[in-house]
């Protein structure tokens, strides 16, 4: 397993399209997680799953976004009806959790948003 | 609320030590975190402290100060392929949800 891919890499897409990413999490690791990062700043946290259920969307996100992880396996992460706002990188994480030791994330690439 | 600072640029010679800090403001956390992104790269886990201490691995080395809620990591014998970006986190909960600072871009001159 080489780590976490995301596919696509790149995507643009016109204002009010909707648009989906894929992750493909390290095999073994039970935790899945999708953060947002814009130019100049920190990731920040948009949800997270244990397995295939979702424990917490953030309170920033609207309704627009959605997330799945079937069979926890890989997660897809919809935006619906896409704003100029939402153009940022779209990364995945995911990590293998033992207790409430270190929990070292490992990220993917990345899917860059631009909405045009 | 959470917040995190730290600085947002640092420029050093190659071999020299850089300190980045980082001073939060919390409620509650299980421990701070430090990953180090390229341009146009992933980020990448560097230190975890749960508890007050410092934490030695290779050239980087990460501090935690729970009752003065600040944290560093420090650079030794810096590298240009050290020049990157630097993100302090927090880790707010047992599942591993983290919350990350701006960072702190670190420029290595030759």
């Known amino acids: 397993d080489t780590g976490v891919s995301q596919d696509p890499r790149h995507k643009i897409t016109k204002r009010g399209q909707n648009v989906t990413f894929r992750c493909d999490p390290i095999?073994?690791?039970?935790?899945l997680y999708w953060y947002r990062q814009t130019l100049g700043q920190g990731p920040e946290f948009l949800t997270y799953?244990?397995?295939?259920?979702?424990?917490?969307k953030s309170r920033l996100l609207s309704d627009r976004f959605s997330a799945e992880r079937p069979k926890g396996s890989f997660s897809t992460l919809e935006i619906q009806r896409t704003e100029q706002g939402d153009s940022a990188m779209y990364l995945c994480?995911?990590?293998?959790?033992?207790?409430?030791?270190?929990?070292?994330?490992?990220f993917g690439q990345g899917t860059r948003l631009t909405v045009v | 609320g959470q917040s995190l600072e730290q600085p947002s640029e640092v420029t050093a010679v190659e071999g020299a030590i850089v300190q980045i800090n980082c001073t939060y403001q919390?409620?509650?956390?299980?421990?701070l975190s430090w990953y180090q992104q390229h341009d146009g790269g992933a980020p990448t886990f560097l230190s975890y402290?749960?508890?007050?201490g410092l934490e030695e691995t290779g050239r980087f080395s990460s501090f935690l100060s729970r009752s003065d809620s600040y944290g560093y990591l420090l650079l030794q014998e810096l590298q240009m392929k050290d020049s990157a970006s630097y993100f302090c986190?927090?880790?707010?909960?047992?599942?591993?949800?983290?919350?990350f600072g701006a960072g702190t871009q670190v420029v290595v001159t030759p």
């Open positions: 986190a927090l880790q707010t909960d047992s599942w591993g949800k983290l919350q």
């Open positions: 919390t409620s509650g956390f299980y421990g």
């Open positions: 994480a995911s990590s293998l959790v033992h207790m409430e030791s270190n929990t070292e994330a490992f």
């Open positions: 402290n749960a508890l007050d």
């Open positions: 799953f244990q397995n295939e259920a979702q424990l917490e």
């Open positions: 095999s073994e690791h039970n935790r």
